[in-house]
């Protein structure tokens, strides 16, 4: 395939894509590895100078983790559910606001852009409330576990970042959020991506972490396109298992308040956002409205 | 060569020249075969949504030819020099107005943008003064020679145009410009484009016509980057011959007013307008400042 | 009359009319005599600069036929119907746009305003499909008759025109529109121009033609105001015949959406436009909204 | 001389004129006659809607004298200068701003448009400062008069005017300045108009009172036009005399600074405004710069 | 208590006003005293620059009395209400326009802010008809009393209010309206007042006069803050008597019609609009909507 | 002192820092103390709410070494200098973004206003290149030490900051600065503050720290208002003494390149940012150019 034909194949998603506002997830194995992260931000500056107003959502799961224990603080999970204290919000906003943000935000420059790195926090665009304590089975038993400071997302306020977006800067957003008493909370990194892009009115969502989008459980198969009823359907027969479940019902969630596309892509493929979003046949999985 | 590869090469370039005004002067000779117009239109709009602002001149001398012929009105020349006179001039911009330009404008529609075809009396774009008599030898003898109703471009008022780009079209425009008294002049296309170019403070000025880039006489050889000292130089030792000279002269004129970077290229060699933007060797001929 | 009370006579429609929308439709034999088309343009000028919002869209039968009939080419009509074919539409594209439109602009240039000539494919201001085939009567037989590349309106972008408007442009606009894949079609000139009028939220609709208002059969007697019940009945009631009722129709249009008035015009009468908008008894057809 | 004539007699100037600033200087007894007043104001509103930003001064000396006089209040002269006391300057001011400035206001919208009444107080438009003691000749003695609560301008500050003109509001300003210690002084109007077109950089300054324009001593003939050369010469060899003199100085100084014409012109000649600017001989004296 | 504590007392109020439109009513008799004046203004310029939209309406009925007076012209009454003849409401407009309101414009410079003096006919802020003949009951008869010169309010428009706030001026607004033919009409500020928070969708109306704020017959009691249903209840079982009636009715109508809050205060008490906005007791009364 | 001699002696001030730009910077020292940190954001509140574009840019020395502890990593000092290995940037970087600007900007929400943290990477606002060698004598022998990765400030580009400002939102500036390689770089904050401070065309500088303003070398005597030469004067004959001698240094140069004014205050004290700004006498040292 020669470089015209490749050009002359992106530029009709070029044009559709044009001023359209898209919300980008990186998860946090994603960007574990260096060279990806430089791969994938790359993708983003691009995606920013053909005229498409990039957002990026990140988490910053194992990083935390392995920053907790080169500090000698030992993680602490109820039921697989880490407990988040004070020291370890303290650590997940040092490690997500600090180093992974600020991160994110040399590489843009680093490729030609310029970006800016916020928290939930800044410009008060995450809101959030303490989350109530979690009926857990525990030993057989239901307990109530409270676990911590993490917060349920109540309302989000998108005019910081249509104000970045307006003076061409790309915001890059870590999932910290603060309480009606100016109280920093962790925040799921999906939902607060999902909550906005809807709050945003995207045009695209896009899970990026490491799965190759969605498969059948014997990962024989990959979808590259479906519908809300047809990933409903796949749910309910049970063709798709546990761990992608969750990042589905986020895409459908978006799609059901005003997000037009979503997408699901393995950041572990080199430009697999590119080629996404460029290619006519994808490398991930895109879940459309029933009607689309 | 994959698709990523393209992309990224092209990359650095989209960059450099976004939000940058590019002035394409398309040949008449390249608009003859509709297939040919049909790919330069494309890469057209694609410059057009990957952010440049860009402004379209074209001439139309074979197809004005071409249509007095039919209208059985013989081309009137005095040592290969046109004579316009009111006949010919109607028929000129018939041709120029009501067809090329036209025709242009529904290209741009048809691969999705909006293009607004002028000639230089709309908005006052043009002005000019009928040009007077040429000295020239007929018959080993020197005589006063009047062309007709043909323009020396006096004053360009880029307001119209920059109000278009403002508002995303791409402006197409015509060679004819208006005199003070409100009469259409002819105007040579290579001259205005180059006049509009500077008016605009234009990034590149791209000179597409049939022929390859800058050549030797034998031409056994092509020149890919050249500045100003060199293609003068070249001129001067009698390596450039005859036909190229005036279209480097119209680029080292832009040069010298104001315009970044000039390109000669074959609007015949497919997609040469993005294979020279936004690949490392390009197709045809850049021709640049001496100290760039 | 002296010239105070011309100026004061004229004072409240300066006042009523101040930055209001006023399309004009030129008629094909208004613009016949050179003389005739210049007083014209000086008064839409002067419509212009007291502040008025002036759009012109304007015909060209006759010169069209002339055209062809120049280049040997004899204009084909079934039943009175004119067919046009690839041929016949090329010629009318280039006199329409080449030569009428560029020669309004220039006309609006020489007294002093700033015009921009456009057809419908600038801007994408006139999206059209093909008309079908037409039942028509011939020899006693009802056939089906395919007029050639004519369209149907179906959607009229006012953007591109705003937009001018507000830069202090006059739009000149020629009947050609496009369609969806990018081919040209002719297209009724008042029609366009009524269209327009409707997505411009215009003010006033003036339909300038040769001849002299609405009047009954016998030419006694001339209305200079009517409402739509009014007009109806008197067609009704055979007292307005023929020639003028497609006029009368397409003004009762613009009403029923929304255009506020509507004039019926003779533009061989001298400054018959400003003694129409600036006097009091007019010198046409004012059709007015029932309640007005 | 028909309609059509007139309005194309004034079209060229209406062109011209169009969003130019024009200061008009309103005379104290042009003001007495209520007639007159009406006339003016009819053509002030015009001059707006034809698209001039226009921007009323005026004065109100016999008012004030007459109000003095029902009040049982003496006016007080030295030399034939008014010594305008604490009393004084408040009856000036109820005059001034209380009726004949909201009396203007009134007609601008009796005749459709709309004014705001200021003084040189509001938004800060005119500081001064007192005025220091005259040097006057009394009974052959030479004294140090003080003229009490009169100002000499300082600064002027257009900000308030441009927003009012900016938002299509007639200013209407009464001749009373603000002193840096918010204390009222009255000024001289001729010279407030004068400073304040000065500021505005206004195209035309024209002083309306009651004498038909400059004329020569034995009022046998009255200047259409001179420029400042001539008009010097004028005073110089004495072909002018006393009253005008000191109008014509006003003028001469806009012309100096920055003022492209000035014109004066007699309020009670009936629309003398725009028989001025309107028609080819106007009724005035127009003054320019030496090279207009 | 400390400045520091006073300044932390203020800033929520500060923080809660921001932006926020006050219209504050002076009363005639708090006007009276230049000393009062000075200081109320002296407040109203402090609310400007902590960002607050402020406008002022004046009324000024002792001095109009006064004045009157001093010209030797005995103001007419009819059981108790004045009529406004001719001459009454010239020397009512001269005082109103050309001395009180000229006078807080100059306290307002004075004070380091800009004012801008303006009545109800200046941008056509206030249009009213003249009131009907009144039905009074004058010794034992009914009769028709002609109030004369006396308008009642039929539209506000606040546009030029709005341009003078967007432009940081704090617009004083005397009481005068124009009625559809440009005559003036006397009427009552505190209406007015009203009209203009309503129109304006104020925040807050304050009415500044001369008494502390509700209190009950006896004057034992202040209620510092009331809602509409106590309010009306209080008047119902007769605690709150005659004089204060009008001004508790008129604070009512602004709340039924979008006003936020509404406040009476004794413009004779030391910065009493200081205190009753930035201290928590605050010094009037406030009187709010039922669910606030 | 009563609220309304307060709020009186403060409003001079208020107006006349209205829309002016304050960089306040946050020295380390004064942010351990929670309590302290809470008043001193009050008062930034404060200041935002009165109408100035206040900008924080803070330290974090002591938080630095304290968390640098906190995870086993010794500080290393080379002569006094901390030497940024890899490792003790990220830590910094940690501290100063994810921990201290988040901590301030949920200050600013707590009390009610909107702050965006940014480092200098955000919007490109520091550029910095690697600070060359230093030539330190160490053991009596001279050396050249590398200080690791520690920046110079080369460019300061204040458009984001610009932009939120216009947008109502308070920047907090972490010192960290990015090369042209897209690499972090610890800088000196007060020397970040000053570029900014010159960059935004501060009116005001304010370095809040823990000492109370200049003092002589005793601690008897604060200075409460220096310019440049007294200050210069006092440093050459000794009377301030070292730890003061940078801070004084840093305000000068403010003020050299364009600051108006400069502050030295204590952060410790009680509201000292209100004290200094809004009463006469202030708290700290205010150095102001010599005309001032």
């Given at each position: 395939m020669n470089r015209v034909d490749v050009l002359m194949e992106a530029m009709p998603y070029i044009q559709q894509f044009h001023g359209k506002t898209v919300v980008v997830k990186l998860g946090g194995h994603a960007m574990v590895d260096a060279g990806v992260l430089d791969t994938v931000i790359q993708d983003v500056v691009l995606l920013h100078y053909v005229g498409m107003r990039v957002v990026i959502v990140h988490g910053g799961g194992p990083e935390i983790t392995q920053k907790m224990k080169d500090m000698g603080k030992e993680p602490k999970f109820v039921a697989g559910l880490r407990i988040t204290d004070k020291e370890t919000l303290e650590i997940a906003q040092m490690v997500l606001v600090g180093k992974i943000n600020d991160g994110i935000v040399s590489l843009i420059t680093k490729f030609g852009a310029r970006g800016v790195g916020v928290s939930g926090n800044d410009g008060n665009i995450l809101f959030a409330k303490k989350m109530g304590a979690k009926r857990i089975k525990i030993d057989d038993l239901e307990q109530d576990v409270d676990l911590g400071h993490v917060g349920e997302i109540e309302?989000?306020?998108p005019s910081l970042l249509e104000c970045l977006l307006e003076n061409k800067y790309i915001p890059v957003i870590a999932p910290i959020a603060i309480d009606k008493r100016g109280m920093s909370l962790n925040v799921n990194a999906d939902t607060a991506a999902g909550e906005i892009a809807v709050a945003l009115k995207a045009f695209k969502f896009i899970n990026m972490?490491?799965?190759?989008g969605v498969m059948n459980a014997q990962r024989t198969r990959t979808y590259h396109r479906l519908n809300i009823n047809e990933a409903e359907r796949l749910i309910e027969e049970g063709v798709i298992v546990s761990g992608m479940i969750p990042k589905i019902e986020s895409c459908i969630s978006c799609l059901k308040n005003g997000v037009d596309y979503t997408h699901i892509i393995n950041?572990?493929?080199?430009h697999s956002l590119l080629l996404e979003l460029f290619t006519?046949?994808?490398v991930g999985t895109m879940i459309t409205r029933n009607e689309q």
């Amino acid at each position: 395939m020669n470089r015209v034909d490749v050009l002359m194949e992106a530029m009709p998603y070029i044009q559709q894509f044009h001023g359209k506002t898209v919300v980008v997830k990186l998860g946090g194995h994603a960007m574990v590895d260096a060279g990806v992260l430089d791969t994938v931000i790359q993708d983003v500056v691009l995606l920013h100078y053909v005229g498409m107003r990039v957002v990026i959502v990140h988490g910053g799961g194992p990083e935390i983790t392995q920053k907790m224990k080169d500090m000698g603080k030992e993680p602490k999970f109820v039921a697989g559910l880490r407990i988040t204290d004070k020291e370890t919000l303290e650590i997940a906003q040092m490690v997500l606001v600090g180093k992974i943000n600020d991160g994110i935000v040399s590489l843009i420059t680093k490729f030609g852009a310029r970006g800016v790195g916020v928290s939930g926090n800044d410009g008060n665009i995450l809101f959030a409330k303490k989350m109530g304590a979690k009926r857990i089975k525990i030993d057989d038993l239901e307990q109530d576990v409270d676990l911590g400071h993490v917060g349920e997302i109540e309302e989000v306020d998108p005019s910081l970042l249509e104000c970045l977006l307006e003076n061409k800067y790309i915001p890059v957003i870590a999932p910290i959020a603060i309480d009606k008493r100016g109280m920093s909370l962790n925040v799921n990194a999906d939902t607060a991506a999902g909550e906005i892009a809807v709050a945003l009115k995207a045009f695209k969502f896009i899970n990026m972490s490491d799965v190759d989008g969605v498969m059948n459980a014997q990962r024989t198969r990959t979808y590259h396109r479906l519908n809300i009823n047809e990933a409903e359907r796949l749910i309910e027969e049970g063709v798709i298992v546990s761990g992608m479940i969750p990042k589905i019902e986020s895409c459908i969630s978006c799609l059901k308040n005003g997000v037009d596309y979503t997408h699901i892509i393995n950041g572990n493929n080199d430009h697999s956002l590119l080629l996404e979003l460029f290619t006519h046949e994808g490398v991930g999985t895109m879940i459309t409205r029933n009607e689309q």
